[in-house]
């Protein structure tokens, strides 16, 4: 398991090493997106797991430089906070938005913005919802739909389109 893990640090390394332009934040959703279930279903005792993609190119992303954070609506934070911290990765983010709520997400990425000061242009987004990607796009945030949770794919998928984004947007 180490081994593949390795592996996929490495590949997302090489893949953000190959992008023309770098987002300043990455954000990611939580259940479906980082992990295979809805956190609201498990008890807090339990041992989460994540897709298995997730660990290496959050990883992969924090030996870049590239800040991570989370955008989600579970409404039971107590419990997502506690797997993130059973999987040893709380600490990595710098910001974690986590609460229910009737907007797409749009309030969890004005928090992260007054949060951080990244511009929603700076940042890339991947969430496994049509309508918080929609809804995200709309701010300015390059957004990318998972189906399978977060993959080696998608991260190259993301990185491409805001890098075009970038290049078409300049003024
Ligand atoms: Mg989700």
């Given at each position: ?9 490495k590949e ?6 190959d992008?023309q ?8 959703d939580?259940?479906?997106?980082f ?5 609201e279903?498990c008890y807090?005792?339990?041992?989460p797991?994540l ?12 030996d ?20 993130l911290?059973?999987?040893g ?7 974690q938005?986590?609460?229910?709520s ?7 990425f004005?928090?992260?913005h007054?949060k ?12 496994d919802?049509d309508?918080?990607?929609?809804a ?7 957004s990318?739909l ?7 794919g ?10 075009e ?7």
């Amino acid at each position: 398991m180490g081994e593949e893990l390795e592996k996929v640090k490495k590949e997302a390394a090489q893949i953000i090493e190959d992008s023309q332009k770098l987002p300043r934040l990455v954000v990611f959703d939580l259940d479906y997106t980082f992990w295979p279930f809805y956190c609201e279903c498990c008890y807090e005792d339990e041992m989460p797991y994540l897709y298995p993609h997730a660990m290496g190119i959050l990883q992969a992303l924090k030996d870049k430089g590239i800040d991570v954070a989370i955008a989600s609506r579970s409404p039971t934070p107590d419990i997502a906070k506690t797997f993130l911290d059973k999987l040893g990765i709380q600490s990595m983010f710098v910001a974690q938005e986590i609460y229910s709520s009737w907007t797409h997400k749009t309030d969890h990425f004005q928090r992260i913005h007054r949060k951080t000061g990244v511009p929603f242009s700076s940042m890339l987004f991947f969430d496994d919802e049509d309508r918080n990607i929609q809804a995200i796009t709309k701010m300015g945030v390059t957004s990318i739909l998972v189906h399978r949770g977060v993959t080696l794919g998608a991260l190259r998928q993301g990185l491409k389109k805001f890098a075009e984004k970038s290049s078409s947007s300049r003024t």
